[in-house]
Nanobody, 114 residues
Framework: QVQLAESGGGLVEPGGSLRLSCAAS????????MGWYRQAPGKQRELVAT???????NYADAVKGRVTISRDDAKSTVYLQMNSLKPDDTAVYYC????????WGQGTQVTVSS
């Protein structure tokens, strides 16, 4: 059974930082491209960042320079380090694994508010 388990979300003040984790099980993790997406209330789900099996990364313009995606294949985990958070970053953050099929996690809430 494939499972992607996100963690690390929470309430943080503007300017603060959070580190999200997504632990995968049931897949050959190193073969999958991994990504973080987010969905704010009333909006469509959007790309935040992706990391390929080679380590190549891609970021949405809205988060460039503030966010870093990384992966640890030995731990089957992908991370999202988020700095200088803004209220507009408030959303549910989802992890996705993509290869011959795609899998999604259940999401973790990030709220940026004073």
């Amino acid at each position: 059974q494939v499972q992607l388990a996100e963690s690390g979300g929470g309430l943080v003040e503007p300017g603060g930082s959070l580190r999200l984790s997504c632990a995968a099980s049931g897949i050959a993790f190193s073969a999958y491209s991994m990504g973080w997406y987010r969905q704010a209330p009333g909006k469509q789900r959007e790309l935040v960042a992706t990391i390929e099996t080679t380590g190549r990364t891609n970021y949405a313009d809205a988060v460039k320079g503030r966010v870093t995606i990384s992966r640890d294949d030995a731990k089957s985990t992908v991370y999202l380090q988020m700095n200088s958070l803004k209220p507009d970053d408030t959303a549910v953050y989802y992890c996705k694994a993509q290869w011959t099929r795609q899998y999604w996690g259940q999401g973790t809430q990030v709220t940026v508010s004073s």
